[in-house]
């Protein structure tokens, strides 16, 4: 909430629990030997809901100062510069916030908890770091995530003042409560050597010596330097007084370096692949291991920090990998690997040819991409787009497609290695139409002849000894549908009466024939099986008759051994079927149109016949 009375504004501080090392947001940075230092406290450590919030900040030269709070929400908010205190220039020396003779205070609100507050002193104004104060915005927003904040903090500002001896960080806090605030005292905590880092209550507050407002009552105090043992105590702050704590450190005699170790995946990466590295199994036995240093490419310089890392390596050959851990005690310990960076991955080169050259319709075409190759590695999957439509119609090194239309086909093939490269290759595929064989050489024997080669014949054969025509009748029976029925002549003869059902699953050819002979051509799409029930009027009685010796099969006219007959595809065949292919011979103990049940017995190639 923000209240004004002249020039006041309220703005709510952030709470962060303890038991870090540092506080969520806040950046640490020891002073430099001999270098500018800052001093940030508040004039109590504990204020009550609606209490005036009163800054002090101490530099030993002239320098620019910046101070923020981080929000409950994890809002960072800049509090000095602002809309009411915009000179953010001092000399040496001591001053509070809000400046002296400003119409304006900082006041607390809910929520209740700790609160956090940083300062900056830098030599030189950091220009576009922080944000720019107006009569809306007069505490402007820094950002949403204190983490964040402070990692940009800290690369913005190395680059505008680089050298550490011209900046500067401290930071402090104080405590938010409903009701009265309790009473506190001061505690000067001093240390031989100096600069070393001191926790109150577990969490760090800054390097000695150091002057700290507490509540009153008893705290845990650490300080801690790296080539000494920590020291820690219990004190008792009394109220409204202040207390001297002088510590020396006792120099720690040895220390065992920490031992570097890492591992790399994958060991030889390709140029612009993603590695990650992994220094966990990394050890220290007297001690913790406080930082990881990864240097990538051998000149030096740190590249990453942290227990892993993930790196891209963007040119070839051979490269040095050094990790650099540094334990609790600023001992080190070094990691070398050298992997071999291998070229980028090559795609596969997609190769393929067709089983004929120049296929007909109806007869299988075979796609065979053994062929194709990777030149560094493996294929690893085959995917084609037989017809041109854009779909994967089937998979597999070497695939069988039947194609039903005479036309200009492209087929694609897509090649993929095991890195997931693919290569492609297009290739037009002519079909053409199907070239119908010589009929059987029948002669005068009559009967029926059913052969053909991408399309189903059927020839009822007459005798020159039969003086009026005799009857007959034919019954065909599919899974699939009948396509394209007529006759020889391409015009549909007289008797021919196709059955409606099931949009032509079945179709019934009845006529009669004398002398001469009569062919009907047909297709079965998306058939497995095709039923033929065959009669003919042989001894001139007027009635049709079944018989398996007036049936024959094929080219070489073989006699069917079953009449009715039913006609399969060949085991492992996904093709059309069609009467070129070494189909499969059965009888039918039921064929219908929603049930079928056959008993295969033999192949026409078993029948001695080349259809």
Do not use: C
């Not at 030889?268 to 291991?289: C, M, Y």
Request: glycine residues 10%.
């Amino acid at each position: 909430m923000r209240r004004l009375t002249y020039l006041v504004a309220l703005i709510a501080l952030s709470y962060l629990a303890s038991g870090q090392p540092a506080p969520l947001g806040i950046y640490v940075e020891p002073p430099a030997s001999e270098g500018l230092t800052v001093r940030v406290w508040m004039d109590k450590p504990v204020y009550a809901v609606g209490e005036s919030v009163q800054a002090s900040f101490q530099i030993n030269r002239s320098a620019y100062v910046y101070i923020w709070d981080i929000e409950p929400t994890g809002t960072v908010r800049q509090i000095f510069p602002n809309q009411y205190d915009t000179s953010n220039y001092f000399q040496a020396g001591v001053y509070r916030i809000p400046s002296a003779g400003k119409l304006y205070r900082l006041a607390v609100t809910p929520p209740t908890g700790t609160e956090w507050l940083q300062i900056m002193a830098v030599t030189s104004p950091a220009v576009g770091v922080f944000g720019t104060t107006t009569a809306l915005s007069p505490f402007p927003v820094l950002g949403q995530n204190p983490a964040v904040w402070s990692a940009q903090l800290q690369v913005q500002i190395k680059g505008i003042v680089p050298s550490q001896a011209d900046r500067a960080f401290d930071f402090t806090k104080f405590d938010i409560i409903s009701g009265t605030a309790p009473a506190y005292g001061t505690l000067q905590i001093n240390s031989t050597p100096a600069s070393a880092e001191l926790y109150v209550d577990s969490v760090f507050r800054s390097w000695t010596p150091r002057s700290i407002v507490l509540t009153a009552g008893t705290h845990d105090i650490m300080v801690r330097k790296a080539g000494y043992q920590d020291h820690t105590t219990r004190v008792y702050v009394r109220s409204a007084s202040t207390q001297t704590l002088t510590v020396t450190l006792a120099s720690i005699s040895t220390n065992l370096p920490p031992i570097a170790q890492f591992s790399v995946s994958p060991s030889a990466p390709r140029v612009g692949e993603a590695i990650q590295l992994d220094g966990s199994t990394s050890t220290d036995a007297d001690g913790t291991i406080s930082s990881y240093q990864w240097d990538f490419n051998g000149d030096g310089i740190t590249d990453q920090t942290g227990r892993t890392a993930t790196w891209q390596y963007m040119v070839s050959g051979a490269a040095t990998v050094r990790l650099t851990v540094t334990d609790n005690r600023g001992a080190t310990g070094q990691a070398l690997q050298t992997l071999n960076v291998r070229a980028a991955n090559q795609a596969p080169v997609a190769l393929f040819y067709t089983t004929p050259a120049t296929p007909t319709i109806w007869s299988p075409v075979i796609l065979d991409a053994s062929s194709s190759y990777d030149p560094d590695g493996a294929i690893a999957t085959y995917q084609w787009d037989s017809d041109g439509d854009g779909l994967i119609d089937q998979t597999g090194r070497t695939i069988t497609r039947t194609y039903y239309s005479p036309a200009s086909y492209w087929v694609t093939l897509y090649v993929t290695d095991l890195l997931g490269a693919t290569g492609i290759r297009t290739l037009p595929l002519v079909v053409g139409p199907s070239s119908v064989p010589g009929m059987p050489a029948m002669g005068n024997v009559p009967g029926f002849y059913v052969w053909g080669m991408d399309a189903w014949r059927i020839t009822v054969n007459g005798s020159p000894l039969w003086t009026t025509p005799r009857p007959y009748r034919i019954e065909l029976r599919t899974d699939g549908v009948f396509l394209s029925a007529s006759s020889g002549s391409g015009v549909s003869p007289t008797g021919l009466v196709p059955t409606q059902n099931s949009e032509g699953w079945k179709l019934i050819l009845e006529g009669s024939v004398g002398i001469s002979a009569q062919t009907y051509v047909f297709q079965a799409v998306g058939a497995s099986s095709i039923y033929m029930d065959l009669a003919l009027d042989m001894d001139g009685d007027g009635y049709v008759n079944r018989s398996t010796g007036f049936v024959r099969l094929g080219q070489s006219m073989v006699t069917a051994p079953r009449n009715p007959i039913v006609i399969g595809k060949p085991d492992w065949y996904s093709g059309a079927l069609t009467p070129n292919l070494n189909y499969k011979l059965g009888t039918p103990a039921l064929y219908s149109e929603s049930s079928r049940v056959i008993f295969y017995f033999t192949t026409i190639g078993a029948l001695g016949g080349t259809p």
